[in-house]
């Protein structure tokens, strides 16, 4: 089955929907500290099939350049009118590139045009992907702590529910010192560090301290564009240097590459265009010796099953941390979501499409914005701040 020739139907209604889904407790970045994860949705209607996309645009620019109003605009404003004319999966991707930029934007759309395509087909994402499931130890990320004493019971509570891997954020001023604290606790537990592009070669020596840890990774220690910066600073530290913000297209990959400044790979789906684009990634990583894991970046469980589909793919050869929902959001999205087995590991949903049901009661009742593409706003909370508010 080749998933760019199969048949998308005409396309009948495009919803874009603002969802506001409080958090559990607030979760730190080196950037910003939020206590909600507003969540951008997409909905297509096909010939009586539909798929539901997510977008990981957060409310502020601060881990992209795009944020849920910019997607929200280049969505009903060019990408839902591509999908006039396309007539198959590769008439959509072919569309898109008529759009520069705005990754989140197109994977949110790919992404529903991907479940309902699934749907109508009778068969799950990882299929058309061309995956294969099987168990993949998941990791859970936990956001910068008040203390080091709250890092210690965060990362016992993760170790208790069964996780075997933890990723934790790291900024200048909290780095090596609470890092050695739970290494020193956890001796065994395999760890790696995130910093979200917040330290310059300025900070080496804290780099240093890092690189001493027994860390399966440092991720993003430099900002996303310096990777001449992480090429230096690879040739300084044993730890595999990971990128995540660095790379969003296969370019970006093949500089990277080629400096040096990369060994592992952080894939989401999100960051470089869609499912499609990701697979390509992942194939070109592996082909370059650069180890790939999926990354989460607070979805629901709708966006985090896309995760878990992407997973599939036999070029992923490393666990990331896409965790349960239910450790960050107070109430989601979907009916159910897979448990964590005993050995650490989620199950891909088996149903066809993302392979997840969408609750209409609960996205209705967390609705902050609703828009028909080619039909005005029907909810008066589209306009104003509701928008600015989130993750």
Known sequence: MVVEELEIGRIERVELRVVGLPLVTPFATAAEARATRDVLLVRVDSEGAIGWGECGAFAQPSYTAETIVTARHVLAAFLAPALTGARIVGDLRAAFTAVRGHPMAKAAMEGAVLDMVGRRHGQPVWRL?????????????????????????????????????????????????????????????????DANGSFTMADLDTLLALDGLGLRMIEQPLPASDLVGHARLAVQIETPLCLDESVESLGDLEAAAALGAVRVLNLKPGRVGGLLAACQLARHARELGIGVFVGGMLESGLGRAACLHLQTLPAVNLGGDVSVPGRYLQEDLV?????????????????????????????????????????????????????????
């Open 129 to 193: 992907l061309g995956g294969s499931p099987r168990p993949m130890p998941s990791g859970v990320a936990i956001g910068l702590q008040p203390s080091a004493e709250a890092l210690l019971e965060a990362v016992g509570q993760a170790v208790a529910e069964g996780y075997r891997q933890v990723k934790l954020k790291v900024r200048p001023g909290w780095a090596a010192e609470p890092v050695r604290a739970v290494r020193e606790r956890f001796p065994d537990l395999p760890l790696w560090v």
């Open 335 to 391: 009916r159910s979501w897979p448990a964590l087995d005993a050995e650490g590991c989620l199950d891909v949903p088996s149903g066809p499409g993302i392979g997840v049901e969408v609750l209409d009661e609960v996205v209705t009742r967390r609705t902050l914005a609703l828009e028909i593409v080619g039909d005005s706003c029907v909810d008066p909370r589209a306009h104003g701040p509701a928008l600015d508010e989130g993750a």
